[in-house]
């Protein structure tokens, strides 16, 4: 089973901004869609932002969409999730993911994921 690895996470004052990564030296990440999911103590899992396989286009969450920034570089093997402006809420497990293939909502679809990492946690707190 493929491994993708994040990290980045850690604790943060709001209005802070930190930079999550994810990559694997298992998979070629520029054949797949990255997406990036959190979840949050008691809270089920969303969808926060997406890189599409074909041509790069992004997708985000309208929770974060302004704030976060979703990249790739392909040399690296490694896509980025940036997170600016960060609130109280963002506070959660986040999680990267790769689908070969998303025919759905890339946001929403968790489902259509089919490799996961293990989570990095992320606290926005004063």
């Known amino acids: 089973q493929v491994q993708l690895v994040e990290s980045g996470g850690g604790l943060v004052q709001p209005g802070g901004s930190l930079r999550l990564s994810c990559g694997t030296s298992?998979?070629?990440?520029?054949?797949?869609?990255v997406g990036w999911f959190r979840q949050a103590p008691g809270k089920e899992r969303e969808g926060v932002s997406c890189?599409?396989?074909?041509?790069?286009?992004?997708y985000y969450a309208d929770s974060v969409h302004g704030r976060f920034t979703i990249s790739r570089d392909t040399a690296k093997n490694t896509v980025y999730l940036q997170m600016n402006s960060l609130k109280s809420e963002d506070t959660a497990v986040y999680y990267c993911?790769?689908?070969?293939?998303?025919?759905?909502?890339?946001?929403?679809?968790?489902?259509?994921?089919?490799?996961w990492g293990q989570g990095t946690q992320v606290t926005v707190s004063s």
């Open positions: 890189i599409n396989s074909s041509d790069g286009t992004t």
């Open positions: 993911a790769a689908a070969r293939d998303i025919i759905g909502d890339p946001i929403r679809n968790d489902f259509e994921y089919d490799y």
């Open positions: 298992e998979i070629a990440l520029n054949g797949y869609a």
